[in-house]
């Protein structure tokens, strides 16, 4: 996540905080209890006080729960519940700043454990801003593939379709001035057992196209 959150402008340094504010994280492997290497990420801590857990969602700016919606649709995440969003107090202590954390279960294979704690948060059917509107424009799931690909992680052919569409989704419906809201509620099931619209949309494309084509003419 901390590789495809990119950042606004130039950043230089190696602190790079990107636009959804993904804390800097690191591939590692180390050796497990002196035996087998494991594959983790290590992740900058970020001083904070507490999780959305921890409080109702009145307080937190309409800006930060959009960064934190925009990476959750792109990344069709699976795993963004109210322990995953740490709530932090800016450096006059004024404002709620939050930092979303363990992407663990973003890129799923399919649509259908997409959650998104924010959804039903009254900032979630605010209009994105104009700064907003032109990150999405700036997205393309076509680089972020290769991004990740420099950086030794292949996509498997789902996950890739997964990403591919769930940008699709994200740049056409901003671009229609639909929110947050209206977006999630395309990519998430209202309840467990019944599909989401992208679900449908999935299999009836997967129904027109004959086996073996292109990405493209699926997508
Ligand atoms: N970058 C960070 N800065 C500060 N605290 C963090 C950070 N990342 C994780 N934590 C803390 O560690 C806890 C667990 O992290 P995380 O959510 O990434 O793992 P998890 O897989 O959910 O772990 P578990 O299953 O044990 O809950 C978080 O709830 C948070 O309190
Ligand atoms: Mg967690």
């Known amino acids: 996540a901390y590789i495809l959150d990119h950042p606004i402008g130039d950043h230089e340094s190696e602190e790079r905080i990107g636009f959804s504010g993904v804390p800097p994280t690191a591939l590692v492997r180390s050796l497990h209890r002196g035996k087998s ?3 983790g990420s290590l992740q900058m801590f970020i001083q904070n006080n ?3 857990e921890d409080m109702g969602p009145r307080a937190f700016p309409v ?3 959009h960064k934190i919606a925009v990476l959750d649709l792109r990344l069709a995440n699976a795993d963004r519940h109210a322990g995953n969003i ?4 800016d450096e006059e202590g004024d404002n709620y700043m939050l930092v979303p954390i363990d992407h663990g279960y973003c890129l799923p294979e399919k649509f259908e454990d997409c959650t998104f ?3 039903y948060w009254p900032q979630a059917r605010e209009p994105f801003s104009d700064e907003t509107i032109a990150y999405i424009k700036s997205l393309d799931a076509e680089e972020d593939i290769k991004l990740l690909k420099f950086h030794g992680w292949e996509l498997s052919a789902r996950c890739a379709r997964v990403l591919r569409i769930s940008t699709m989704l994200l740049k056409k419906g901003a671009a229609r001035g639909l929110t947050p809201y209206d977006i ?6 209202e309840t467990v057992n019944r599909d989401s619209e ?4 999935f299999q009836e494309a997967e129904g027109h196209v004959l086996p073996g084509s292109s990405e493209d003419i699926f997508l």
């Open 63 to 65: 800006k930060e729960v």
């Open 37 to 39: 290497f494991k594959i």
């Open 86 to 89: 740490l709530v932090c107090k």
């Open 184 to 189: 999630g509620r395309i990519l998430c099931r």
């Open 198 to 201: 992208i679900e449908d949309i």
């Open 117 to 119: 704690e924010w959804l």
């Open 50 to 52: 507490g999780s959305c």
